[in-house]
């Protein structure tokens, strides 16, 4: 089941802030958030397992609610090289190797 | 270099064709993968393997096939192409704890 990814698309000025959400109509064991730029491959950000843990590094954080299987990723003070496509890839008990992609959410970061 | 090469990078053909999309990684991986990607639609798994010995359908695999070579190279087999496989093709790699994915830099394959 692929998870659901809101909003679709967003637009900042530089040094606003966002949130990307990400639910699961299923139990989760991790939660993967990606980047990808215009005609760039994906790029791996981080990694939230059962647990319900918090991680950031840099001014980009996330969190994980693994009773309401939901993700959060935090774009604070946002920049212009924050601009791309955001993805969610869950993984379930049977692996979190395995991972099913949210469809994107579209951020863009104007001056 | 890239630590995970596709080949080719695109890639024009007809319908009914037969394309084969290869990759190879040097990251000492075991474990690969190859999504497709359509616009708002994600990524989806095609197939992934966790070595050599042992590959398994993704979520979209009627219409493709794939061989695992070596612990580096995963190719990936249209036996006979459509339209509708007309998408950018990505490979991925991880390590056994599968704490992240590393993608290669895609293929876009059109087919006519």
């Known amino acids: 089941q692929q998870p659901v990814q809101s909003p679709q698309a967003v637009i900042l000025r530089e040094g606003e802030d966002a949130v990307i959400n990400c639910s699961s109509s299923?139990?989760?064991?991790?939660v993967h958030w990606y980047r990808q730029k215009h005609g760039e491959a994906p790029v791996f950000l981080m990694i939230?397992?059962?647990?319900?843990e918090q991680k950031g590094h840099d001014k980009i954080s996330a969190s994980f609610n693994e009773k309401k299987q939901q993700s959060s990723l935090y774009l604070t003070a946002s920049q212009l090289s924050y601009s791309g496509t955001y993805f969610c890839?869950?993984?379930?008990?049977?692996?979190?190797?395995?991972?099913?992609f949210g469809k994107g959410t579209k951020l863009t970061v104007n001056p | 270099d890239a630590d995970v090469t596709q080949t080719p990078r695109n890639r024009i053909t007809k319908t009914g064709k037969r394309i084969m999309l290869e990759c190879s990684q040097t990251?000492?991986?075991?474990?690969m993968y190859w999504y497709r990607q359509d616009p708002g639609l994600g990524l989806r798994l095609i197939y992934y393997s966790f070595d050599v010995k042992d590959i398994n359908k993704g979520e979209i695999s009627d219409g493709y096939s794939v061989s695992r070579q070596a612990q580096a190279k995963f190719s990936l087999s249209l036996e006979s192409a459509i339209p509708n496989q007309t998408a950018l093709y990505f490979c991925a790699t991880s390590d056994v704890q599968g704490m992240s994915q590393h993608f290669g830099d895609g293929t876009r394959l059109s087919i006519l």
């Open positions: 890839g869950t993984g379930d008990q049977g692996g979190s190797e395995k991972l099913v």
């Open positions: 299923k139990a989760l064991y991790s």
């Open positions: 990251k000492g991986h075991d474990r």
């Open positions: 939230l397992l059962k647990g319900g």
